[in-house]
């Protein structure tokens, strides 16, 4: 199956800080990756769409100026968390369309202290 | 209100027994895929169903996609403590993007030996 990796899979940092998260398709051209967001034992949150070349779209209720979307090539998106609150620790997933089939990302678990 | 409905949402059962679970729409969806996460990691995709009715096994998991595409289920017979795992639906609707997908509630499954 279709490879995406992300990096890092674990990160801690200080509140007020900011931290990037990648993600990349490994094996396949993505012009669309999907960032997602999951609590413990709970299903996948939606949280932005990246558009290779475009502006990324945001769900309701995501704030687009802390939580900030790149996606310079068909094979790499970042979303990085800006200003950092204990409340934005989490698990962070992204995925990519291969087809009309999504592969996900290991994940990256987010600790804000 | 979920567009998916995932049932039930937390099962615990003995190894060998057998299990169902269950996503339910009223919407239409152009395709179905199912995936199971394990703490700490992303979704793993397990099957994708495109056609009313279509039936897919994949060794001991049958998955059923519904007549009129808006509901799925998955069966697991003879259940081993390697199935363990948080089991998701997902699909893309029928009136939505194309490329992005929605989730069910997802269901917690613990066999246990």
């Known amino acids: 199956g279709a490879v995406v990796s992300q990096h890092p899979s674990r990160v801690i940092c200080k509140s007020g800080t900011s931290v990037k998260i990648e993600c990349r398709s490994l094996?396949?051209?993505?012009?669309?990756m999907f960032w997602y967001r999951q609590f413990p034992k709970q299903s996948l949150m939606l949280m932005a769409t990246?558009?290779?070349?475009?502006?990324?779209?945001?769900e309701q209720g995501v704030e687009k100026d802390k939580f900030l979307i790149n996606h310079a090539s068909l094979t790499l998106s970042t979303l990085t968390v800006t200003s950092a609150h204990p409340e934005d620790s989490s698990f962070y997933i992204c995925?990519?369309?291969?087809?009309?089939?999504?592969?996900f990302g290991p994940g990256t678990r987010l600790t804000v202290t | 209100t979920q567009l998916l409905e995932q049932s039930p949402q937390f099962l615990s059962i003995q190894e060998g027994e057998n299990l169902t679970v269950y996503c339910n729409s009223s919407?239409?969806?152009?395709?179905l895929q199912w995936y199971r996460q394990e703490p700490g990691e992303g979704p793993v995709l397990l099957v994708t169903?495109?056609?009313?009715?279509e039936v897919k096994k994949l060794k001991r998991l049958t998955f059923q996609f519904g007549d009129a595409r808006k509901d799925s289920s998955l069966h697991i017979t003879a259940a081993q403590p390697g199935d363990t795992g948080l089991y998701l639906c997902?699909?893309?609707?029928?009136?939505?993007?194309?490329?992005?997908?929605?989730f069910g509630s997802g269901t917690q499954l613990t066999v246990l030996p």
């Open positions: 995925s990519a369309n291969r087809g009309y089939e999504q592969y």
């Open positions: 094996d396949f051209q993505a012009t669309t």
């Open positions: 990246s558009n290779e070349g475009s502006k990324a779209t945001y």
């Open positions: 919407s239409v969806f152009s395709s």
């Open positions: 169903v495109v056609t009313g009715g």
């Open positions: 997902a699909g893309t609707p029928l009136s939505g993007s194309a490329r992005q997908l929605t």
